[in-house]
């Protein structure tokens, strides 16, 4: 219903970037990453340098198996915004499921210290050492 509404107003005022990111962030819940990168590069397209969108296409592009421009896109949102929970948490995230642990490590903890009531933020950081945990019982580094 969320997806209908949103293209209404899209019909109402196509030009307005925050639908098309809002949009694209439904279609990113829904796994529709082809969908949801579509509609989060035409919020950047007339927005660029807003660390959200840029965070949103950045997610959905590495989690559509473009990890490497995925990144890309969720390093430019950091940089703009680097207080950002939920960036941080995004690129802990990313590099999680690359299993690079220690650069996770140290987005999930600056995104923890930054805000140490967030939910996400801490899971994503037991997830770190839930993996590191597992992966050190099979005998890997």
């Given at each position: 219903m969320?997806?209908?509404?949103?293209?209404?107003?899209i019909?109402?005022?196509?030009?307005?970037?925050?639908?098309?990111?809002?949009?694209?962030?439904?279609?990113?819940?829904?796994?529709?990453?082809?969908?949801?990168?579509?509609?989060?590069?035409?919020?950047?397209?007339?927005?660029?340098?807003?660390?959200?969108?840029?965070?949103?296409?950045?997610?959905?592009?590495?989690?559509?198996?473009?990890?490497?421009?995925?990144?890309?896109?969720?390093?430019?949102?950091?940089?703009?915004?680097?207080?950002?929970?939920?960036?941080?948490?995004?690129?802990?995230?990313?590099?999680?499921?690359?299993?690079?642990?220690?650069?996770?490590?140290?987005?999930?903890?600056?995104?923890?210290?930054?805000?140490?009531?967030?939910?996400?933020?801490?899971?994503?950081?037991?997830?770190?050492?839930?993996?590191?945990?597992n992966?050190?019982?099979?005998?890997?580094?």
């Amino acid at each position: 219903m969320a997806e209908n509404h949103i293209k209404k107003a899209i019909d109402c005022n196509p030009d307005n970037p925050s639908y098309h990111y809002l949009l694209g962030f439904t279609y990113s819940i829904q796994s529709q990453w082809g969908r949801a990168i579509a509609e989060f590069e035409v919020a950047l397209d007339r927005e660029p340098d807003n660390s959200e969108y840029l965070r949103g296409l950045g997610w959905a592009m590495h989690c559509a198996g473009n990890k490497a421009k995925g990144l890309a896109y969720l390093h430019r949102a950091v940089d703009l915004a680097p207080t950002n929970v939920n960036i941080l948490t995004d690129l802990a995230a990313a590099y999680l499921s690359d299993l690079q642990f220690h650069k996770a490590r140290e987005y999930a903890e600056t995104a923890v210290r930054i805000n140490p009531n967030s939910n996400v933020a801490r899971e994503v950081l037991a997830n770190i050492d839930r993996f590191q945990r597992n992966l050190g019982r099979f005998g890997k580094p």
